[in-house]
């Protein structure tokens, strides 16, 4: 129990800014056991974003909320998953063969094509939650940031880390059965808050997350960093997206 709990509080610290006590020892490969928490800590994101929402709810607007809300998951990750999607998306969009992709997404700088992913995710958020039952959303955020860190994790169990260098490769290996059916309890639990004909907001994730991994096992044979953080804000974003289709009269 000490050990999974040291590997909890890796993945806290190398997933959010959520302050941890120092761990003496470190060993990167620690990382790869730390892996199953992944969408643990998406549900500690999730509650912390749901309860800002919410506070925020109680003295201004709706909408001005979410973008609290919003504001409060970006911070608190760094901008973690936003970053690999700009730089996966500049990737996938500005290369032509396996290593101009993956050249392209080592660069720091931010290209159109990464800019214009960005502002599009983070505007469908804003406006898919805004038009959401203002009861809803905080359940809503809450399953959404743990199941959509799941969906990163189901990208790691069925395709090769292609990158020898770089910010996740630490996590650059399969999960064992018991690792993942953990993550699996972590990411799919949360769904039994929300109502039964909600769930079919699966189908749009689903869709996302098949085209996105084919995708990526086209163009460069498997996934990176930047990759999995890309899959967290697509999965994120269709989910919100099927709440609204199935919730709207």
């Not at 909320?65 to 504001?71: F, R």
């Not at 500005?94 to 502002?119: H, N």
């Not at 038009?131 to 809803?136: E, F, K, V, Y």
């Not at 084919?214 to 994120?236: F, V």
Request: proline letters at 4%.
């Amino acid at each position: 129990m000490k050990q999974e709990w040291r590997y909890l509080l890796l993945a806290v610290g190398f997933f959010s800014r959520i302050p941890v006590p120092a761990l003496a020892d470190f060993k990167e490969a620690e990382l790869n056991r730390a892996a199953k928490f992944f969408p643990l800590v998406g549900l500690l994101i999730g509650s912390i974003t749901a309860f800002n929402y919410w506070l925020s709810a109680k003295f201004f607007p709706t909408d001005i909320a979410v973008i609290i809300s919003m504001i409060s998951s970006i911070y608190i990750t760094g901008c973690f998953h936003e970053d690999g999607l700009a730089d996966c998306i500049d990737g996938l969009g500005g290369g032509w063969s396996k290593e101009q992709v993956l050249q392209i997404m080592q660069d720091s700088r931010i290209g159109s094509y990464g800019a214009t992913a960005l502002m599009l995710i983070l505007l469908t958020k804003f406006i898919s939650l805004s038009h959401i039952s203002p009861d809803l959303i905080p359940w809503v955020l809450l399953v959404a940031h743990s199941l959509s860190r799941y969906a990163a994790i189901l990208v790691m169990m069925t395709q090769y880390y292609v990158r020898s260098e770089g910010k996740a490769k630490p996590l650059a290996t399969e999960l064992s059965s018991s690792e993942f059916l953990l993550a699996s309890v972590f990411g799919l639990l949360p769904l039994i808050i929300l109502p039964v004909h909600l769930l079919w907001a699966l189908l749009p994730v689903t869709l996302i997350w098949l085209f996105f991994s084919a995708k990526l096992k086209k163009r460069i044979g498997g996934y990176t960093g930047d990759c999995l953080g890309a899959m967290q804000q697509l999965t994120e974003v269709m989910f919100y997206l099927g709440i609204l289709a199935w919730s709207l009269p």
